[in-house]
């Protein structure tokens, strides 16, 4: 969602100086606000299953263990909720956008934390299993200096990069500015973005590729994880969640106005891609702590 004026913007304690901040701390209290930043983020939280977790328009109790890459200026916020345990183990690593510059990530060795850096402003949920494999690598971060400090993170980050499973969690992201000027997925995201109200056919969008269909189906399964139809029906929700929390307008408007042509197919829709009902999620969205 781009309306961040509800939110509030932190201001991590990261001087122009520093590579990495890593909090470490175990906590009986986990509400964090709502907020944004345009830093990168990521959280580990062992023993926090029953926290809600909030990502962009993305809401969901979390397990016992998880790992998450939060974009630059994506909304994130973490409440107790239903978590009854008092040790909440909490890693959090903070770096400036630009710390690894355009000239390093074009270097080939880096194209995998490229990659995943561009598909952060979606924020990204790692499997139960990475989590797990890399939580004692994690947990003795806080205690390396120096280069090996620097160094171990930056190889937790290519293993992160490379690992299987992840998830997107935001349909709907801040910006998308991150694509290369040659990329195809940029010209079809453009696209998809002023028709997505519209109807949208396979045809229509391989030829705005230059690709045959055969080809575009690939192509869009590869980048993205998802089929052509889930792909526009993931923009096309990500739209309707924004609108249900920001607009005055009700279930069918909004079901129309992000491109479906019945309450039924939306309603399905919705559900399939948020897990709730859109009430539902315009009713947990309301409950949200926000500082304004």
């Known amino acids: 969602m781009s309306n961040l004026k509800n939110f509030y913007r932190e201001i991590p304690p990261l001087s122009s100086g520093d590579s990495f901040l890593v909090f470490d701390r175990v906590k009986d209290n986990f509400d964090f606000p709502v907020h944004y930043h345009p830093e ?7 023993n926090g299953k029953g926290v809600k977790r909030i990502v962009g328009d993305n809401i969901e109790e979390i397990d016992n263990i998880e790992l998450v890459l939060i974009g630059p200026n994506l909304y994130h916020g973490w409440e107790l909720h239903k978590c009854t345990n ?17 000239t390093l990530l074009s270097r080939r060795i880096m194209n995998p934390i490229k990659d995943m850096f561009n598909r952060s402003i979606h924020g990204i949920l790692f499997s139960k299993k990475t989590a797990e494999e890399l939580s004692s690598r994690l947990t003795k971060i806080s205690k390396l200096d120096g280069m090996d400090y620097f ?13 299987r499973n992840q998830r997107l969690l935001s349909t709907f992201t ?3 500015d991150t694509f290369d000027d040659y990329d ?12 997505f109200a519209e109807k949208i056919s396979l045809d229509d969008v391989s030829n705005v590729a230059s690709m045959t269909s055969i080809s575009f189906n690939r192509f869009i399964k590869k980048r993205t994880g998802k089929t052509f139809v889930n792909y526009i029906n993931d923009i096309r929700i990500g739209y309707a969640a924004r609108w249900l929390v920001e607009k005055d307008l009700s279930i069918s408007e909004i079901a129309f106005k992000s491109g479906f042509n019945n309450i039924a197919n939306f309603n399905r829709s919705f559900k399939s891609i948020k897990k709730c009902t859109p009430s539902q999620y315009r009713e947990d969205f309301s ?5 304004l």
Not at 40 to 46: V, Y
Not at 86 to 102: A, M, P, Y
């Open 151 to 163: 160094l171990e993170i930056t190889s937790i980050l290519y293993d992160l990069a490379n690992s």
């Open 40 to 46: 990168f983020e990521i959280n580990f939280i062992q």
């Open 86 to 102: 008092k040790q909440i183990h909490e890693i959090t690593i903070q770096f400036h956008n630009d710390l690894f510059d355009e």
């Open 174 to 176: 801040v910006d998308y």
């Open 184 to 195: 195809k997925m940029k010209l079809v995201y453009e696209y998809v973005q002023k028709n």
């Open 287 to 291: 409950g949200l702590k926000r500082i």
